[in-house]
């Protein structure tokens, strides 16, 4: 028995927690309906009560089927009670076999709900909190049940023991059942009270923006939407403080609050701003109600503003819902007639009529002379405005998502726009598409053509580079992109095709954005179907955005040019002269936007100005050479200043005319500080493209640091000169100390750097190894004279300090300033062999440096073919074979092989190797 009674205990509780999950917080519209849910399923688990009880002898059970009962007489009354009780007193007297019993079941129904319904106006606030001392309540209605165990004589023993303990059970399941109720309900009232304190303003316990966003959802089609916004609040707060500004903040809810409750629901959105959403009228019923809300805050009686006199005046924006308009369509074009009643005088109210894509007009203060003067624009090119503005003042490269949202500013301000595009010129002829309003995301990064982009505008070219806006409609805009998509590749007309919704667009207008006589971006705005045409409107909307796109880009254009500037300085700051003039004209035919473009260095020798054949051209101009007085180069140096020329087929000074034909040129004289000609810098653009003043200006700055680089230049190679002189005086000496054969340091040296540029090293590696040759003997200073003077065979001691030269040759050389790092290689291990027999480390392979294992060759080769004090010259060819011989265990075996190869084409013939030992004297 115990076990069946846990069940059916453990049952009322699962029971009462499934019932007290249909409590549910905002369910007032269905109370009724719930109230009959939460009944039926009492009623249910009274019957599973009753059929899961525990049966004593005599055909009685034991059960908490009562519970559920008395819990709806104490909440609803004995009626609904005896309903829910119905079930289970049908099954128990139709299907229990035991009829002597059905008194009995009558008897304890008739107490139950005659008992609670006597205790029901003490214990119902049970129902609200168990309180300890209404707890002596909770056995009450249970009293009469087990009574009738003295009706059934084979029971009546057991009533001394089942009457306790059904008593017992009845009360700690009512208090069971009561908690869980409470639990659920308390958790509900905590959860509302955090929903009301979420969307409810501290301040003015007027719904929140939270509210007023989920409630403007709702917002059915001709319902009204007013914006409200106070008049010079900032005067009131630095008048009274921010207490002051909270003061009158309350003093305005409290006014909304009370004007037409029921149909004016008022929330504090942000700030001053406050927001009215009012049903039940039409929009000129609308319109009266704001007006006279407008009307009575200046003039309110009582409160803190007027204690103060201060007289708060308030602007207003109206706007009906319009069919299939969400709410934040509705909420842009409130803010919209709100923000034209602040620019217009403000203490208005503006009406955005339905329908209409513009506002009505405005609602003048009572006494005011009705307006005569035209709205000014519409918020959202204010907007736009004052995004351009920050942008401007930011001082930053723009991001795609700037320009995203200028376009999004644009699709909302242009009336009968629902999306768009903007493209922006790239350098040259290219364009990238860097925003998108309506369509697929993939479509930014896009590139464009400027042959497509002009036959989609369609019209003239002078029309076109003069920014002339063009609408296009109907089987126009068809043929547009037909023309349009023949000038660009198929990966990019699919993704048009595929992302661009050219079956849905019915009206584009196209806004080509002119900077400087050039068209550098595009501003397409398009109409789906079912929205109003383009306008005269649309099109002097559109121009704005299309003016400050193009004050974005000016800014867009000097911060790349300061960019490329500073990269430029960071990055010729350590190249070589010869990757000087490359590295200029390609930054200046970037900056500039240049077709052509070349370096003119001036070259004393020949008192011209000449180039290196390098230039930025297509097809290559080759090398130019002008002499003193000849071309525009020189007369801009002359002169002392940049020449800008718009056509020059007219101009008999140019040079390489038939290569060059028509077009502009700008050409930027380079000069010293002291007048002196370094060079020119000469760039050219199609005719259409002349270079403007503001090139100039940038020309002159990058003519400024050319110069100076050059200066910089020709200094460095003064420097270098001297420094490579004094090196290789520093190896004459040596080898004069040596005796070796005359001039063995500057054959090895020429034989070298002969082999170096023959293989194709940068030059900075053939300076390295020039220095190192010069030097590469420099170590033997260390050496006595009688070890290094022996004519005869030297011993392994004497062998032994001979070798030590590489070694010391690369401490000594360590304390010259700048010499080159790979001249220490070239010092130290140019005895080092292949197989790793050599020294001073004992290198092999390719851990003995490159510029080491190429001089190693030539000073073997120049040491065989000359005299040495022991043993006589050999014959090249004889020194050939040699070399050979120790391809892959003394010398490196490609360099090997690329040795005998450029000597056997006479690649170091001007060395003359094979000379040196004519008449030579026979040693003694």
């Known amino acids: 028995m115990f076990t069946s009674l846990l069940l059916n205990f453990c049952l009322l509780i699962t029971s009462t927690f499934a019932i007290s999950l249909t409590y549910r917080a905002g369910e007032a519209r269905q109370r009724a309906v719930m109230m009959v849910v ?70 304890h129904f008739a107490s139950v709900l005659a008992l609670s319904t006597l205790v029901r106006p003490a214990a119902r606030p049970l129902l609200q909190g168990l309180q300890p001392r209404l707890l002596w309540l909770t056995p009450v209605p249970f009293l009469g049940v087990g009574v009738g165990v003295l009706l059934v004589p084979e029971s009546r023993e057991l009533f001394w023991v089942s009457y306790p303990v059904r008593l017992l059970l009845g009360a700690l399941g009512l208090i069971s ?133 201060e007289r708060m005046t308030v602007s207003i924006g109206l706007a009906t819902r319009q069919a299939d308009e969400d709410g934040a369509a509705l909420f842009r074009r409130a803010d919209e007639a709100l923000y034209l009643a602040k620019m217009n005088g403000r203490d208005r109210v503006v009406v955005w009529a339905p329908g209409q894509g513009a506002p009505e007009g405005a609602l003048p203060s009572p006494g005011a002379a009705p307006p005569t003067e035209t709205l000014q624009p519409r918020h959202s090119a204010w907007r736009a405005l004052r995004t351009t503005v920050t942008l401007l003042a930011q001082r930053r490269v723009l991001r795609d998502e700037d320009w995203a949202e200028m376009l999004r500013l644009a699709v909302e301000a242009v009336d009968g726009a629902c999306c768009g595009t903007l493209d922006v010129r790239l350098r040259g002829d290219r364009f990238r598409l860097v925003a998108e309003v309506g369509y697929a995301p993939d479509l930014v990064g896009l590139p464009l053509t400027e042959a497509s982009q002009q036959r989609w505008y369609g019209r003239p070219l002078d029309e076109w580079r003069a920014g002339t806006p063009r609408l296009v409609e109907g089987e126009a805009l068809d043929a547009a992109y037909a023309t349009s998509d023949a000038h660009l590749d198929s990966p990019e007309v699919r993704q048009l095709n595929l992302s661009g919704r050219r079956r849905e667009v019915t009206g584009n207008l196209c806004l080509p954005v002119v900077l400087g006589g050039e068209v550098v971006a595009h501003l397409n705005l398009d109409r789906l179907q079912g929205a109003p045409p383009f306008g005269p409107e649309s099109v002097e909307v559109a121009q704005l955005f299309a003016q400050q796109i193009a004050a974005l880009l000016h800014l867009q254009g000097r911060w790349d040019e300061l960019e490329h500037l500073v990269s430029l300085h960071e990055r010729v700051s350590v190249v070589s002269p010869q990757e000087l003039a490359p590295e200029l004209t390609a930054a200046a035919a970037e900056l500039l936007r240049a077709q052509w473009a070349v370096l003119l260095r001036y070259d004393a020798a020949q008192d011209a100005l000449v180039s290196d054949g390098r230039g930025v051209h297509e097809p290559a101009l080759g090398p130019v050479r002008l002499p003193r007085g000849v071309g525009l180069a020189w007369a801009a140096l002359q002169a002392g200043e940049v020449i800008r020329l718009t056509d020059l087929s007219a101009e008999p000074r140019l ?102 540029a023959a293989l194709g090293l940068p030059p900075e590696a053939v300076r390295g190894l020039r220095q190192g040759a010069a030097l590469h003997d420099i170590g033997k200073l260390a050496v006595p004279d009688a070890v290094l003077l022996k004519p005869g065979a030297l011993d392994s001691a004497e062998r032994a300090l001979i070798e030590t030269h590489a070694e010391r040759g690369a401490a000594l050389s360590a304390r010259i300033p700048f010499l080159h790092p790979d001249a220490r290689g070239v010092i130290r291990s140019h005895h080092e062999r292949w197989d790793g027999g050599g020294y001073p480390d004992r290198l ?59 000597h056997a084409r006479g690649a170091f013939a001007h060395v003359a190797p094979e000379r040196v030992n004519e008449d030579r004297p026979t040693p003694a």
């Open 38 to 107: 939460r009944l039926a399923l009492t009623a249910g688990a009274t019957l599973l009560l009753a059929m899961a009880s525990a049966e004593v002898p005599g055909g009685l059970r034991i059960d908490l089927r009562y519970v559920p009962v008395v819990m709806v007489v104490l909440r609803y009354g004995p009626l609904w009670g005896a309903l829910v009780a119905a079930p289970m007193l049908l099954w128990r007297l139709v299907f229990d076999t035991d009829s002597g019993v059905d008194g009995v079941v009558w008897l």
């Open 655 to 756: 040079y390489f005319r038939e290569q060059l034909r028509a077009g502009a040129m700008m050409v930027v004289p380079l000069r010293a500080a002291g007048g002196e000609p370094l060079g020119a810098l000469i760039l050219t653009r199609q005719a259409e493209r002349a270079f403007s003043e503001a090139d100039a200006h940038l020309a002159l700055l990058l003519g400024s640091l050319a110069a100076r680089l050059l200066e910089r230049d020709h200094h460095l190679v003064g420097l270098q000169a001297t420094l490579d002189a004094a090196l290789e005086t520093l190896g004459v000496a040596v080898e004069l100390r040596d005796f070796e054969t005359q001039d063995h340091t500057r054959r090895v040296t020429a034989l070298a750097v002969t082999f170096a």
């Open 177 to 309: 059942a009561v908690s869980i109720l409470q639990s659920r309900l308390q958790l509900l009232r905590l959860t509302q009270v955090l929903a009301d304190q979420a969307n409810t303003d501290a301040l003015t316990s007027l719904p929140n923006r939270r509210a007023f966003d989920r409630d403007l959802g709702a917002l059915r089609c001709g319902e009204h939407l007013a914006l409200l916004d106070l008049d010079h609040f900032k005067a009131v707060n630095d008048r009274y403080g921010h207490d002051g500004g909270d003061r009158a903040l309350a003093q305005v809810a409290g006014l909304l609050r009370s004007f037409a409750p029921g149909r004016v629901r008022a929330y504090r959105v942000g700030g001053e701003e406050f927001a009215a959403l009012i049903g039940g009228m039409d929009s000129v019923q609308a319109a009266g109600v704001v007006e006279r809300l407008r009307s009575a805050l200046p003039g309110q009686q009582g409160g803190w503003l007027a204690e103060r006199g």
């Open 844 to 902: 092999s392979g390719e851990r003995i440096p490159l510029a080491a294992r190429l001089f190693a060759l030539c000073d073997v080769y120049d040491a065989l073919v000359s005299d040495r004090p022991y043993r006589a010259a050999l014959s090249p060819e004889e020194a050939l074979q040699i070399l050979a011989r120790g391809r892959g265990t003394q010398f490196d075996p490609e360099l090997t092989d690329r040795f005998l190869a450029l």
